[in-house]
């Protein structure tokens, strides 16, 4: 076992740092933020004023959007102070990482001053493009053996790409130390670079992205038209080229692009490196992308703009119709390998753009195995992880046919390295297939390196075929006494199937199973009810049927809640509405870190329909003793207040805080690991003596309380912070979760709780301004208010 690092100081307070400290205190441990001392500041200045700088970056994190800080809360953990006078406390640091001005200078100088101080401590660069035997010349032994590169890609808290670089002198236990921290503390995903310049991601996804801005002018495209065909259509992120480099800065993306072009003088795609006139003239001019409010893209009051590369004036938003009308039903096909495959095969310059672009950057990468890093696997997670593409260069080259797609390069003079020519002789014909990777130093297959916690549901489920399975939903048995429900609906949204899959289920786990985990696939867990058939019935005026189809939902989440089996959940991404309500009635959830969950149903004009209301508010509650008489009416405003204002949180940890998800629930800071240790979880309840939870009544505050909720909503109406319809939708929550009206304070039961939902959901159903919020909804996915 590896000595554990437990407290880390970040020295470098900037954008980078910054987010790094804060990342570092969303795994909550304790860290150390220093910077320069303020110009001008005197030695004898308080420690306050000496300390501005760090000071100012951590008040910048807590308005950061998107949030750098699971919650808030986490910035307590940030100490900070100044190289001047706090380097020693860094020194007693477990891990320093370095992320001041990338100047090599100014490192060396600051290391200089750490070499003295260190002992054990490890300490890290975040460098993105110096080189560490440039860095450690002239440094002790004892340092080097100390010293690695720790690259975290912007925003430090949503990449998982971790790069690290260790110097030839690194020791391995150093090494090891630093990526057992990574993976297992901060959650990343590890990839060993070589000591090269921009290391593994940089220097590929910049070959790839200047490839493609070269060829735009070659082929005289637009940005627009680049933007089309180069997201979605070729499996990377729909910002695609240069919507994401606005996202990132011009200014960044010209530090990295000079500086591969001033150091890889004996790359033999030097050129592609060199920046073209056009982004010279917008970084003279200042236009640098969003954080100018302007770069290749401007948002304006009429719309979206966007450069002339020519004039560098500002164009009414334009490109290609033909482009556009074939990328956008490109990016429909839901498999990346099959709609990359037909976006190369697509006529006309859509798939020779994509052809291009693609055929140049993976015989780049493959020329550079060997030099960056060791396998093609690094590359192919370097670029999912740090670049968000779907698919790593070697797994597209999969997709496209590897055989085809090397004959075809090798006809149009594309340069390949020897290792693939041989590859080809072999008679392969992948770089992966079933638990095996292609090793181009060797010339052979060999074991992919799996960590069994970073599993699939496809690996998971045992049999052929599902244990149940309609339209809607599918369970599976996952082994060791666990059956998983998986929903199949657009968005993971919840439909008649869904719950009556979800009811089957839970009278199959009870017979046949020893717990359920319900996890879904795709970009989120469950995004609410389908508001199709509400809208349906409403304007129907089928209120009988709305009335069962909520009371079939409570009950199922009541079903669930009750089982005489243990139920976890395992949200991620949009965990919304229904979703969430899902979430409430597990036992227990493993939440990925990124998950973003609420009651939002004020937003389409109703209240939660599916136990929400109750089970939100008895979770609130649950830490009562049996038998002690609260006033609960400060917990009811708060819950009140969450629901109301459709109040989402940012985060797993953010949940915990707002009481969706309770304290001692699972986060999952790997995405890739939540599945195995949801299951995890399942199987430690079930061999724990489970016993399901006994149905609790609660005193709630009655007529006063719905008083005094309503004076609350009187005010933000006056205030204009709410519509005379939200006025009415928030005072059928207030109704509900005081226990309904006409009476004092008294206990109320779960089902009086569920009865009160019922009906308030019905009859804001019947409003003309809640149907005219949920057609709006469904016709531009946007809130409406009215």
Avoid at 10 to 36: E, Q, R
Avoid at 66 to 93: R, T
Avoid at 570 to 596: I, K, N, R, S, W
Avoid at 666 to 691: N, P
């Amino acid at each position: 076992m590896n000595k554990p690092i437990r407290r880390v100081a970040v020295i470098g307070s900037g954008v980078m740092g910054a987010g790094i400290a804060a990342h570092i205190a969303n795994a909550g441990l304790p860290v150390l933020l220093l910077d320069i001392v303020p110009s001008g500041v005197g030695k004898d200045a308080s420690a306050q004023k000496r300390n501005t700088i760090a000071a100012g970056s951590v008040k910048a994190l807590l308005k950061s959007k998107p949030a750098a800080l699971f919650n808030k809360s986490h910035a307590q953990l940030i100490e900070i102070g100044n190289i001047d006078d706090d380097l020693e406390k860094a020194a007693e640091c477990d891990l320093i990482v370095e992320a001041i001005i990338e100047r090599l200078d100014i490192k060396r100088g600051l290391f200089s001053r750490l070499e003295p101080m260190l002992g054990e401590s490890i300490l890290a660069s975040n460098t993105s493009g110096l080189r560490i035997v440039d860095m450690l010349d002239g440094f002790s032994e004892e340092f080097k053996q100390n010293f690695l590169v720790m690259h975290f890609f912007n925003p430090p808290r949503y990449m998982k790409l971790l790069e690290l670089v260790a110097a030839k002198e690194t020791s391995k236990e150093t090494a090891a130390r630093v990526e057992e921290f990574g993976k297992e503390k901060l959650g990343k995903g590890i990839v060993w670079a070589k000591d090269e310049p921009n290391f593994v991601a940089n220097r590929i996804g910049t070959h790839s992205l200047m490839t493609t801005v070269h060829l735009m002018l070659e082929k005289g495209l637009t940005p627009e038209d680049i933007d089309n065909i180069s997201g979605v259509p070729m499996a990377h992120p729909k910002s695609a080229t240069f919507r994401t480099a606005d996202m990132v800065g011009l200014d960044t993306l010209a530090h990295v692009v000079n500086n591969c072009y001033e150091v890889l003088v004996d790359d033999e795609d030097r050129e592609v490196f060199k920046m073209p006139k056009f982004l010279e003239g917008m970084l003279e001019k200042k236009l640098l992308g969003r954080k100018t409010k302007a770069g290749i893209y401007r948002k304006t009051k009429g719309g979206i703009e966007t450069i002339d590369l020519e004039t560098l004036e500002f164009r009414a938003k334009g490109g290609d119709d033909k482009i556009k009308a074939t990328c956008k039903a490109l990016g429909k096909i839901e498999d990346p390998g099959e709609r990359i495959s037909k976006t190369v095969a697509a006529e006309g310059m859509v798939g020779e753009f994509a052809w291009t672009v693609i055929s140049r950057s993976l015989a780049y990468a493959a020329r550079r195995v060997g030099e960056i890093c060791d396998d093609i696997a690094a590359i192919d997670r370097g670029m999912c992880w740090g670049y968000n593409w779907d698919m790593g260069p070697f797994q597209v080259w999969d997709a496209l046919g590897f055989g085809e797609t090397y004959d075809r390069m090798v006809a149009e003079g594309i340069a390949l390295p020897d290792s693939v020519k041989r590859m080809r002789e072999s008679g392969a014909d992948s770089f992966y297939k079933a638990g095996e990777i292609f090793d181009l130093s060797t010339g052979m297959y060999t074991e992919a390196a799996v960590d069994e916690r970073e599993t699939t549901l496809h690996v998971l489920r045992r049999g052929d075929s599902p244990v149940l399975s309609n339209k809607g939903a599918e369970a599976w048995d996952l082994g060791d006494g666990v059956i998983g429900v998986t929903f199949k609906t657009k968005m993971n949204s919840i439909d008649a199937d869904v719950i009556g899959l979800l009811n089957d289920a839970t009278d199959k786990a009870e017979r046949d199973f020893s717990s359920m985990l319900i996890t879904n696939q795709g970009d989120n867990f469950c995004v609410g009810a389908n508001l199709f058939l509400v809208a349906g019935a409403a304007a129907q005026k089928q209120w009988d049927e709305l009335r069962i189809m909520v009371k079939e939902m409570q009950k199922t989440m009541q079903r669930l809640k009750y089982s005489t089996i243990p139920v976890v959940a395992a949200p991620h991404g949009m965990t919304l509405g229904g979703g969430l309500e899902v979430c409430f009635a597990a036992d227990a959830v493993q939440a990925a870190a990124e998950t973003y969950s609420g009651l939002v149903e004020v937003g389409v004009g109703l209240l939660p329909g599916g136990a929400g209301n109750m089970n939100m508010l008895w979770r609130a509650l649950e830490g009562i003793p049996q038998g002690a008489e609260v006033d609960t009416s400060a917990i009811v405003a708060q819950v009140f207040k969450n629901i109301a204002m459709a109040a989402v949180a940012t985060s797993a940890n953010e949940a915990k805080e707002f009481g969706y998800f309770r304290h001692a629930d699972g986060v999952s800071f790997d995405r890739s690991r939540q599945l195995w240790e949801a299951k995890q979880r399942c199987i430690g309840m079930a061999t724990s003596d489970y016993h399901p939870a006994i149905p609790r009544s609660y005193r709630l505050p009655g007529d006063s309380g719905i008083a005094t909720i309503g004076m609350l909503i009187s005010s933000m109406v006056a205030g204009g912070y709410a519509s005379e319809h939200d006025a009415l939708i928030s005072g059928k929550v207030a109704e509900v979760l005081c226990g309904g009206k006409g009476g004092a304070s008294r206990k109320v039961t779960e089902q009086e709780m569920l009865d009160l939902e019922a009906e308030a959901f019905v009859s804001l159903c019947g409003e003309p301004k809640t149907m005219a919020r949920i057609q709006h909804m469904l016709m531009k996915n946007k809130p409406l208010r009215n």
